[in-house]
């Protein structure tokens, strides 16, 4: 076939970092703007949550931030696994 191959475990590792990232970068905008990211998180699943509150600890940062790099990690060798037999 003609489909670049990706390498899965690279792809799912680059996914882990930038779910990570990701995940860092809406902890601090949580911690600086609350009102503003849950309003727009509420925009985001089509549900008012400005009555509820942001549980923000470093632990919950730092188990939130595990938990994310594992599932886009996995999810990411699943994608370019998946991606690498459509051509197969």
């Known amino acids: ?5 990706l390498n899965a475990m690279k792809f799912g590792l680059a996914s882990s970092i930038s779910a990570s990232i ?3 970068i809406c902890s601090v905008l949580v911690m600086i703007m ?3 990211i849950i309003s727009m998180s509420g925009d985001m699943v ?6 509820m509150s942001w549980q923000l600890s470093v632990f ?4 939130g931030m ?23």
Do not use: Q
């Not at 919950?60 to 188990?63: F, I, L, P, R």
């Open 60 to 63: 919950g940062v730092t188990v």
């Open 34 to 36: 609350p009102g503003m």
């Open 1 to 5: 076939g003609s489909i670049m191959k």
């Open 66 to 88: 595990v938990g994310w790099f594992v599932m886009a990690g996995a999810m990411g060798w699943m994608l370019a696994t998946i991606y690498n037999r459509l051509d197969s």
């Open 46 to 51: 089509h549900m008012e949550l400005n009555d």
């Open 22 to 24: 990701l995940w860092l």
